[in-house]
């Protein structure tokens, strides 16, 4: 008698948007080294590749056990041979030799720690590479020249590549109520991004700012930063004016993601309460009284609340996924704003992320499931 061990063979509807994928991944070092592939994409400017490989993770991020074996992928959407052979070799061999030399590539090293600075993009690392800038010390000997944001961004940089945990978050959450709500009395604050998802940690804290009565709102950013600043709360902060007009016809470029809230890029200067992670801002002089943290603020009318709400609170895979499926399979433009309906020729309202699932035809994902 042949004895066969029973394996699950997986599958999963292939839109990250279909599935429910929560913090708890089965999968992490497959999805680490699918990932990693994807960051090394996305740094050399082959964007593509880079969501490929994204949406690869995310397939493996989704499945209820870890994988032992390769048989048991067939059911699991979006693996094409690349991402195959990198799960063959770390399943066989427990790493992908791609993904270590990658790993130890000094390029790839040179982008990570370039673009690590706030304000510096994949272009701009990738010319002072080719430059010989390749560290922060040969960044700071060699003198280019840095726009606000990049010297910010660079003053700032360990405090910025520290993650922000939730009580910090939760502190900066108290700031941004408290000016919103001097500035303009019923404001209403949520927070949204990973946090909202439930992550324990994430780069940076992002706000949506709303008022119940629709056009209170116009203008509040300008105020909002105005009173920020003059608490000494900003490091830095750069403010984009709202841009969004609906039009008649529908929207004039339904491939544009551009968001055009008032939306607020920052730094902020976070007191550090005692016992709150005050030692690991220290270095030789003991524990500073603040840190920096990074806050993206977005003010949206009540109209379009439920839009940026789903918008922003992403994963950023599962928002471009959202965005595919309403394209591809039900010929709409869903956008941070409104979502449009091309068959109908008409936009379709919605108050609640669950009534923009609905129009979407498909099964409300909560945002501790949006993890894709
Ligand atoms: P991020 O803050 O970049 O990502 P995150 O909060 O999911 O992860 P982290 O914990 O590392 O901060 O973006 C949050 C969401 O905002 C993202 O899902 C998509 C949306 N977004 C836009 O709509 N436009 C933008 O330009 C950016 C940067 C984000
Ligand atoms: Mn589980
Ligand atoms: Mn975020
Ligand atoms: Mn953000």
């Not at 996305?42 to 880079?50: A, N, Y």
């Not at 203008?219 to 039009?247: C, H, I, R």
Request: aromatic fraction near 6%.
């Amino acid at each position: 008698l042949q004895q066969t061990e029973e394996v699950e063979v997986f599958s999963t509807p292939s839109y990250a948007c279909q599935r429910r994928t929560t913090l708890d991944n089965h999968n992490a070092v497959l999805t680490d080294a699918l990932s990693l592939l994807a960051e090394n994409a996305e740094l050399s400017g082959e964007d593509g590749r880079g969501v490929a490989f994204r949406r690869a993770a995310a397939a493996l991020k989704a499945l209820p056990l870890p994988v032992t074996r390769l048989t048991q992928l067939g059911g699991v959407p979006c693996l094409g041979g690349h991402s195959l052979r990198v799960i063959k070799d770390v399943l066989e061999s427990g790493a992908s030799p791609e993904v270590e030399a990658l790993r130890r590539s000094e390029r790839f090293k040179a982008l990570k720690v370039l673009t690590g600075i706030f304000g510096v993009g994949v272009k701009t690392a990738g010319r002072w590479i080719g430059e010989g800038i390749l560290t922060l010390r040969q960044l700071r000997d060699s003198g280019p020249t840095l726009n606000r944001a990049q010297r910010a961004g660079l003053r700032h940089y360990d405090d910025l590549n520290r993650p922000v945990g939730r009580a910090e978050a939760a502190a900066v959450a108290a700031v941004v109520e408290a000016a919103a709500g001097s500035v303009l009395p019923g404001a209403r604050v949520t927070l949204i991004g990973g946090f909202r998802r439930g992550k324990q940690t994430g780069h940076d804290v992002d706000f949506l700012i709303t008022h119940p009565e629709e056009g209170r709102e116009a203008g509040l950013m300008p105020k909002l930063v105005s009173w920020l600043d003059s608490q000494g709360f900003l490091l830095y902060q750069k403010t984009n004016s709202n841009s969004y007009l609906e039009a008649a016809e529908g929207p004039a470029r339904p491939a544009s993601n551009m968001d055009r809230f008032e939306r607020c890029f920052s730094v902020f200067k976070l007191p550090e309460e005692a016992g709150r992670g005050g030692a690991g801002a220290g270095g030789e002089g003991g524990p500073r009284p603040w840190r920096a943290v990074r806050v993206d603020l977005v003010v949206s009318p009540v109209s379009q609340f439920a839009f940026a709400l789903l918008g922003w609170t992403g994963s950023k895979l599962f928002e471009r996924e959202l965005r595919r499926w309403a394209g591809h399979e039900m010929n709409m433009c869903l956008s941070s704003h409104a979502l449009y309906d091309h068959r109908q020729s008409r936009y379709l309202r919605a108050s609640s992320e669950e009534e923009i699932f609905a129009h979407l035809g498909l099964e409300y994902i909560p945002p501790s499931e949006r993890n894709a």
